[in-house]
């Protein structure tokens, strides 16, 4: 059974549309996170959250919002998409504590066309 | 400039042979080191920590770690097909929660 599930899978959307990205983690931890990979980039950290408070934020662009309505959820709520958003977005989760492996979830792989 | 800097991008290794990959940070603030290996298509998976200097050795993958170079090496002996895949090395920061991302290290393992 999957840890860390993510929703949906693959995901296509019109240039300028909103989509929210789902993530769930059965792990228990209290940490978790949303990374972005694309042919461009290497993985790139966005945001992390600690017990459902938005600790850091790295990304420069507020159409990028992270949601969280239960302790396990994160979710990513992305606004006035654009051809560069295009990516897989992987949801991760750990521990709160120093040196604690952080588990990834199969991710979400946006196309904006 | 990136912080955690991978070499090399890439590496053709035969079917029995050893794999060494690098990873240095260029940020004095780095304390802990992971390595993460990526199928294709697939999200990464943790291989391996490493938080001391030394050696540290589990199954077919060792990893070093020198602290004061800030410098980590993965090794893999009796490479396998199943083993080409991207590793990626990540390291965390003092006083910050984010795994920082090399870019990577492809490796293909020809049988």
């Known amino acids: 059974d999957p840890k860390i599930i993510q929703k949906p899978k693959y995901l296509v959307a019109v240039t300028g549309s909103e989509k929210i990205l789902i993530c769930e983690q059965y792990?228990?931890?209290?940490?978790m996170y949303w990374y972005r990979q694309s042919a461009k980039k290497p993985l790139e950290f966005m945001f992390s959250?600690?017990?459902?408070?938005?600790?850091d934020n790295q990304t420069a662009s507020s159409r990028f919002q992270p949601q969280s309505s239960k302790k396990n959820h994160l979710d990513l709520q992305i606004t006035a998409l654009k051809p560069d958003d295009s990516a897989t977005y992987f949801c991760?989760?750990?521990?709160?504590?120093?040196?604690?492996?952080?588990?990834f979830g199969s991710g979400t792989r946006l196309l904006v066309i | 400039q990136q912080k955690v800097q991978q070499s090399p991008e890439s590496l053709i290794v035969p079917e029995g042979g050893m794999a060494s990959l690098n990873c240095t940070s260029s940020?004095?603030?780095?304390?802990y080191f992971w390595w993460y290996r990526q199928h294709s298509g697939k999200s990464p998976k943790m291989l391996m920590?490493?938080?001391?200097?030394g050696e540290k050795e589990e199954g077919r993958f060792t990893v070093h770690l020198n602290k004061a170079s800030l410098h980590t090496s993965l090794h893999i002996r009796d490479s396998q097909p199943s083993d080409s895949a991207l590793y990626l090395c990540?390291?965390?920061?003092?006083?910050?929660?984010?795994?920082?991302f090399g870019t990577g290290t492809t490796v293909s393992v020809s049988p």
């Open positions: 991760a989760s750990s521990q709160e504590a120093r040196g604690s492996d952080y588990t």
């Open positions: 792990l228990g931890h209290n940490a």
């Open positions: 959250y600690s017990y459902q408070k938005l600790m």
């Open positions: 940020d004095r603030n780095v304390d």
């Open positions: 920590s490493i938080f001391s200097n």
């Open positions: 990540a390291a965390s920061i003092q006083g910050g929660r984010a795994l920082i």
